[in-house]
């Protein structure tokens, strides 16, 4: 599946300055210290760990993968994300061709809002992971948008 000699450099969802390195080999992910050399990375994917999980997606070896907490697979056209539950208790279900092959608990990382709030035009997937991933889920075209930026 994965490269097993690779290493996987991911920027962070919510917090632009955290990297992660996944291990191509044990599928370890770990956090990096933020330092010169780490922001010279090249990073081919994204993730999350403010929700209670590890929601992830990142290209290797031109294939687009999907990763929640330890479960990996291709994230491909049969792939479906589906999420059941309100914001602060819901679950992230990864369905491929209609069979769920997980699911995990999570959350929306709430960013709090205010008054004469100047990112009124932004989306809601912007500040929700699993909203984006479901959303990617559902539309071939973004998926090779992601793969062809991240490759």
């Known amino acids: 599946m ?27 992910l770990q956090l990096l210290p933020m330092n010169d ?7 081919t994917g994204r993730f999350t760990d403010q929700v209670g999980a590890i929601l992830a997606f990142f290209a290797a070896d031109g294939v687009l993968f999907l990763r929640l907490n330890d479960f990996v697979c291709e994230f491909t056209d049969s792939v479906d ?6 914001s602060s208790d819901r679950r992230i279900s990864v369905y491929r061709d209609g069979v ?17 709030d100047l990112t009124a035009f932004v989306d809601d997937e912007d500040f929700d ?12 075209d973004r998926k090779a948008i992601l793969l062809q930026h991240y490759s």
Not at 4 to 21: E, G, N, V
Not at 103 to 115: E, G, L, P, Y
Request: net charge negative; with cysteine.
């Open 100 to 116: 769920e092959l997980y699911s995990t608990a999570c959350r929306v990382n709430v960013t709090d809002k205010f008054d004469d």
């Open 81 to 86: 994300i589906r999420l059941l539950g309100v």
């Open 2 to 28: 994965l490269n097993q000699h690779s290493l996987i450099y991911l920027q962070d969802w919510d917090q632009y300055d955290r990297i992660a390195q996944i291990d191509g080999k044990s599928g370890e």
């Open 129 to 140: 992971f699993g909203l984006f991933l479901m959303n990617v889920s559902k539309s071939p």
């Open 37 to 43: 050399s780490s922001l010279s990375l090249r990073t």
